[in-house]
């Protein structure tokens, strides 16, 4: 990245190319965390948004259960993706999708007991490539580094964090 960046103020001097030295490295530690993180998953027989599904589900405390919207709302999974995950998810034996009795229109969405275990036993998984891929900086760094992109998320309309 310096080297490009080195490259661009011989080049085009005129132009204030910092941004390229965030956005690029941003770009980088993404294709590298998502590559490490889709191997921890896949260890578990599960895909990102198969993951994030499931961990939505847990971290939702008993009875773990949300509507669909409730997952689009709290996942990271876009909307387009809920009901492809879900049918595959369903058809595992991960979750099951039951109506409402106070609403037929609202279907909910829970964790089965397959579904319960395979997080509690990916999520270790998960959490330890996470530590691992952040263990080049100290906790105050991290901390700095989080409350950072926090901002920055914020200041692009992005206040869901």
Do not use: N
């Not at 949300?66 to 997952?71: F, H, I, K, R, Y």
């Amino acid at each position: 990245m310096d080297k490009l960046l080195e490259q661009w103020h011989r080049e085009r001097p005129d132009l204030d190319v910092s941004p390229m030295a965030v956005i690029g490295r941003l770009k980088r530690l993404t294709r590298l965390i998502e590559a490490d993180l889709r191997r921890t998953f896949a260890e578990h027989g599960l895909d990102p948004a198969s993951f994030d599904v499931l961990a939505t589900l847990r971290r939702s405390g008993p009875p773990y259960r949300l509507t669909p919207a409730e997952l689009m709302r709290t996942s990271m999974v876009t909307s387009g993706a809920v009901t492809q995950r879900l049918d595959r998810l369903e058809a595992r034996g991960l979750v099951a999708r039951t109506p409402s009795e106070s609403d037929g229109r609202v279907v909910h969405v829970a964790l089965t007991a397959d579904g319960h275990a395979l997080i509690d036993q990916a999520l270790p998984d998960h959490v330890a490539t996470e530590h691992r891929l952040l263990a080049g900086l100290t906790a105050p760094r991290r901390a700095d580094l989080a409350d950072t992109l926090r901002d920055l998320l914020e200041s692009l309309g992005d206040a869901s964090d």
